[in-house]
């Protein structure tokens, strides 16, 4: 047992277990399990595609299920099959950051995949932690994550961590150099996904990545860089998407770490990091539809927001 403290960075390079050779990669990789809630049709079509073939569709517990009966079955279903995976050989062990190039349409998303110290990250509203969330969490949508991840010999992350990064330091010259770069997995996804490949970032690109990290989370440069005063502390990694995919490894991981101890591997998130001014980011808002509402909801939000709310009236939802 260690006595290790947090990792002054937040962050390591990764240890990866990626499908072997031969596996159907396209089959392999299918969506967030928080997406498509609502449309079990999609899901459906996923599994339609797989059938038995070896997939993360057999890691995951696709969200669109949860309120059925079979929940605690399925949840036994995903650890047996991660267990009967690792006894196949289905994977080989990658040492290392990966550079994820992800491109749908026209556009191209530049990644890279690292391990986030939980030491480092608190998901309360009041956080001041290196890694912050950029959203509330819901609690109570945290239990069934947990019970898929306690006790899994596998971890299957959908989280995506922003940096600021605006000369682009650290993923940039990955980018740049991508040719010189060894290819790992390189496939189409499935039901108009789009396309993804990952490559080996090597040790001496790695130490680079390192460097760049280092520079942006300097407590002085980032006080100078949003006009906070001095001693402000530093965020270097803002939630971008798997917000409470992050949540659950935490609080799994504040259930174990007085008995597992501090140099488990449960106490590091594997993550992709993107750049927020990569740009093939699209930021959209989120629309709510409200139904049976009696209440002046104009009038109450003029009163709680003032002259920072505007309103638009528009004739349809296809004109909106």
């Keep these: 047992m260690s006595n290790e403290s947090p990792s002054p960075t937040g962050y390591r390079l990764p240890r990866l277990l990626l499908p072997r050779p031969g596996i159907d990669l396209r089959k392999w990789a299918v969506i967030a399990c928080d997406q498509y809630t609502s449309e079990p049709e999609y899901w459906q079509r ?26 605690a079955a399925r949840i036994e279903a995903i650890k047996s099959t991660m267990t009967r995976y690792l006894a196949d050989g289905l994977f080989v062990e990658h040492a290392g950051a990966v550079y994820v ?7 191209v998303r530049r990644g890279l995949m690292l391990e986030l110290d939980l030491e480092r990250y608190d998901f309360s509203a009041q956080s001041t932690s290196l890694i912050r969330p950029t959203e509330g969490t819901m609690v109570a949508r945290l239990a069934p994550r947990i019970a898929v991840r306690s006790g899994a010999e596998l971890e299957v992350p959908h989280i995506l961590v922003l940096i600021d990064d605006p000369d682009g330091t650290v993923i940039g010259p990955l980018a ?3 040719a010189a770069l060894a290819r790992l997995y390189d496939t189409e996804l499935m039901l108009g996904g789009g396309h993804v490949a990952g490559f080996a970032v090597d040790a001496a690109r790695g130490r680079q990545v390192v460097q760049a990290l280092q520079a942006l989370a300097d407590p002085r440069a980032c006080a100078l860089r949003y006009g906070m ?10 939630m971008g998407d798997g917000n409470h995919s992050l949540a659950t490894a935490k609080s799994l991981w504040e259930r174990i770490r007085a008995t597992a101890g501090m140099d488990h591997p449960s106490r590091w998130a594997l993550v992709e990091v993107v750049n927020i001014h990569d740009e093939a980011l699209a930021f959209e808002p989120i629309h709510r539809l409200l139904f049976g509402v009696e209440a002046d909801v104009r009038a109450a939000l003029r009163q709680r ?3 920072r709310v ?11």
């Design 305 to 307: 927001f003032g002259g």
């Design 46 to 71: 996923v599994v339609a595609e797989v059938g038995d073939a070896p997939s993360t569709l057999h890691l995951i517990f696709p969200e669109v299920y949860l309120e059925q009966a079979d929940a």
């Design 310 to 320: 505007a309103f638009t009236d528009v004739p349809s939802g296809e004109a909106m």
């Design 176 to 178: 740049a150099e991508r």
């Design 101 to 107: 190039e992800r491109r749908l349409g026209a556009r």
């Design 229 to 238: 005063p001095e001693g402000t502390p530093p965020m270097l990694f803002a």
